[in-house]
């Protein structure tokens, strides 16, 4: 498996991590205003934050003195890349079961049964 698909599923898994990833999914935010709403100190917002930038989900810019993260729209892509290449043959196959299980059914749900 490409190690970045995995890199990017493994970074949320933490529910921490994913409730940043989902703030962050709202508007960017630094990390005083992550932390201020999260029940963990500013130093592991940082962490989090550094786990989510190394997998790509997360992207930062410097404003003044401090940093403001923001969803990486490049990463999000990538995932959905990867969520959309086992997405379409699961529901090719899913489509041909039910073709097998029930022809008459799938066909006329398809238009290919009229009368």
């Known amino acids: 498996m490409d190690t970045y698909p ?20 709202n508007r960017p935010m630094a990390v005083h205003e992550l932390a201020a709403s999260l029940p963990v100190s500013r130093p592991a917002v940082s962490q989090h934050l550094r786990v989510l930038k190394e997998a790509g989900l997360v992207a930062d810019h410097k404003i003044r003195t401090r940093r403001v993260y923001r969803m990486s ?13 086992i997405w379409e043959p699961a529901m090719r196959g899913f489509e041909s079961r039910l073709e097998e299980e029930n022809p008459k059914k799938t066909g006329e749900k398809h ?3 009229r009368r």
């Open 6 to 25: 995995q890199a990017g599923l493994d970074a949320p898994g933490d529910s921490t991590r994913m409730a940043i990833f989902e703030k962050l999914g």
């Open 73 to 85: 729209p490049q990463g999000i892509a990538r995932l959905r890349a990867h969520f959309e290449e």
């Open 111 to 113: 238009g290919k049964h």
